[in-house]
């Protein structure tokens, strides 16, 4: 969820507010959530750090969000809210065929990334493996990705075994998620090759599975 996805779409976080000024003040919170655990991690993103980036009084933030949990809660899921309403847009595009809607929601995961600092995922997965409710929303978010690649898959190979479907499905995820290790910032290898570079050859790999 990068600094520059903090847009006028409608989330959970920004419905905390009911006027135009409120909002402002929640996307000013939810940047600056993102530069603190970006930058220094999430022991550092306490409510005073989060209102001095955000520029806005300690109360402004205690005002939407009584703890730092509850900040955190919502921090991480307004990031899946927002990846999920993409993922949904591309899979109504009555125009598309469903391989290219598949491609396209695997294309628009690798874009996500790539406009993302990759240790906002990682912050993400450690809070996840603390944090039952968030852990369990995301969850169902991959699950749901999972239904939609076999989805697709059924009707791109009607001769395909439910076994088939569901094997593929999971390489797709697996290979999906991998690019935040493969193809991000951090990544150990492929240093001299740029984000598009990397993409092309992960949704190659994704073309040849599918066929």
Not at 129 to 137: I, L, N, Q, T, V
Request: aromatic fraction near 10%.
């Amino acid at each position: 969820m990068a600094k520059q996805s903090a847009t006028e779409s409608d989330n959970s976080f920004l419905s905390r507010a009911r006027y135009p000024k409120g909002r402002e003040a929640l996307k000013s919170i939810l940047d600056a959530t993102y530069e603190v655990v970006t930058k220094q991690g999430l022991s550092a993103a306490s409510q005073e750090a989060i209102a001095q980036q955000a520029n806005v009084t300690k109360s402004a933030v205690r005002h939407y969000f009584s703890t730092k949990e509850e900040l955190l809660l919502a921090f991480f899921t307004v990031g899946v809210e927002r990846l999920e309403a993409i993922v949904e847009a591309q899979l109504h595009a009555s125009s598309k065929s469903p391989r290219e809607k598949l491609l396209g929601i695997v294309s628009t995961h690798y874009d996500w990334m790539n406009a993302t600092d990759d240790v906002y995922y990682f912050e993400a997965a450690a809070y996840w493996g603390r944090h039952p409710e968030f852990g369990e929303m995301r969850e169902r978010w991959y699950q749901r990705l999972i239904h939609h690649y076999r989805q697709s898959l059924r009707e791109v190979h009607p001769d395909w075994s439910s076994q088939r479907c569901d094997a593929a499905s999971f390489q797709i995820l697996t290979m999906v998620l991998g690019g935040w290790a493969t193809m991000g910032a951090c990544r150990a290898t492929h240093k001299n090759k740029d984000a598009k570079e990397l993409k092309a050859s992960l949704l190659g790999g994704i073309k040849l599975l599918i066929g």
